[in-house]
């Protein structure tokens, strides 16, 4: 079974803070997506990442892909409360491309 | 095209009830994923479609849930004999795989209270 553990579980931070999100896997996967979602609401893919060691930026977001494809990371500078949500990471793998999601971020941002 | 839209947006039914949801996918999109979320936790995949043919489906899927995509456009779920377990967020999700493939796209959720 592929497991994805996401750390921290809850992080509840002040406007203009830095924080890391970090997705583990004993796994490979061909593809890691990381989704945020907002209650009530189904995720929303920010970002793929396929090759090891890519690094895609996204505004204030930062995703890295492991060398070898098994973790992952997102950086967020400068944080809004706008980016209050929970944040998922998900890794693809096998003839379906089917998604394994991590245990999840719940990210709270105050003023 | 307005992305996948699932239906309804919440349920509230009685145990022993049977309650079905509908996804529509983005079109031209070949695959169709079912996926279940509980509160707190990542979604948890159930089945999966190319086309109309269901190609996987999880040990999470009892013999109480059935899914179809007779057309190959939208598909159903179908609860019989709801259980309070059953209460959840049941999400779809919609990709094309070929040549090049597209990464999924999730509808906002079918919320099912099982009371």
């Known amino acids: 079974t592929q497991l994805l553990e996401q750390s921290p579980q809850f992080l509840s931070i002040q406007e203009g803070e830095n924080l890391t999100v970090y997705c583990n896997s004993s796994s490979v996967f061909s593809s890691l997506q990381w989704y945020r979602q907002e209650p009530g609401e189904g995720p929303v893919l920010l970002v793929t990442?396929?090759?090891?060691?890519e690094v895609k930026k996204l505004k204030r977001l930062t995703f890295q892909f492991g060398d070898a494809r098994k973790d992952s990371s997102l950086h967020i500078t400068a944080a809004q409360p706008g980016d209050t949500g929970l944040y998922l990471c998900?890794?693809?793998?096998?003839?379906?491309?089917?998604?394994?999601f991590g245990t999840g971020t719940q990210l709270k941002v105050e003023l | 095209d307005t992305g996948v839209s699932q239906d309804p947006r919440h349920k509230i039914t009685k145990r022993g009830q049977n309650v079905t949801f509908r996804c529509d996918p983005i079109s031209e999109h070949n695959r169709l994923y079912w996926y279940r979320q509980t509160l707190g936790q990542g979604p948890e995949f159930l089945t999966y479609f190319q086309n109309e043919a269901q190609l996987e489906k999880s040990r999470l899927l009892s013999d109480r849930f059935s899914a179809e995509r007779p057309k190959g456009s939208f598909s159903t779920l179908e609860i019989q004999r709801t259980e309070q377990g059953d209460s959840a967020m049941y999400l779809c999700a919609s990709r094309f795989q070929g040549a090049v493939n597209t990464e999924a796209f999730f509808g906002q959720g079918t919320r099912l209270t099982v009371v």
């Open positions: 998900a890794g693809a793998a096998g003839g379906g491309n089917k998604l394994t």
């Open positions: 990442v396929v090759t090891g060691g």
